[in-house]
């Protein structure tokens, strides 16, 4: 689900003005940088399971496109091929509800903070 951007604004400053001055607020939200990864990846496999209806099916073709991903960089040994293979692992390791409604969702938008 995508949350607007005022929403978005509004939660981060409730953190900000209830947390006190050492304190942590965890949000699930994807920000950049870190996600320039991961949304490169996400949108392969949303396009790649768009076509499917059924959330099985999704994320079947999705842990296959990984594996393939996988294996087409398996030679590779640069620091691009070593960081996009660390990243496939974790999504191999993400559990199938996880996968689902975190990167096969049509709206995934990263903000930027």
């Given at each position: 689900?995508?949350?607007?951007?005022?929403?978005?604004?509004?939660?981060?400053?409730?953190?900000?003005?209830?947390?006190?001055?050492?304190?942590?607020?965890?949000?699930?939200?994807?920000?950049?940088?870190?996600?320039?990864?991961?949304?490169?990846?996400?949108?392969?496999?949303?396009?790649?399971?768009?076509?499917?209806?059924?959330?099985?099916?999704?994320?079947?073709?999705?842990?296959?496109?990984?594996?393939?991903?996988?294996?087409?960089?398996?030679?590779?040994?640069?620091?691009?091929?070593h960081l996009l293979r660390a990243e496939l692992e974790s999504?191999?390791?993400?559990?199938?509800?996880?996968?689902?409604?975190?990167?096969?969702?049509?709206?995934?938008?990263?903000?930027?903070?």
């Amino acid at each position: 689900m995508d949350i607007p951007p005022p929403c978005q604004e509004k939660i981060l400053e409730i953190c900000s003005t209830h947390l006190n001055p050492q304190g942590i607020a965890y949000v699930s939200y994807n920000t950049y940088p870190g996600w320039h990864m991961r949304g490169m990846i996400r949108d392969m496999l949303y396009y790649h399971a768009q076509q499917f209806t059924v959330p099985a099916m999704k994320i079947r073709q999705a842990r296959n496109l990984l594996d393939f991903l996988g294996k087409a960089t398996s030679k590779d040994n640069t620091p691009y091929a070593h960081l996009l293979r660390a990243e496939l692992e974790s999504f191999r390791r993400s559990a199938d509800a996880y996968l689902y409604h975190e990167h096969l969702e049509e709206h995934n938008e990263p903000i930027e903070k």
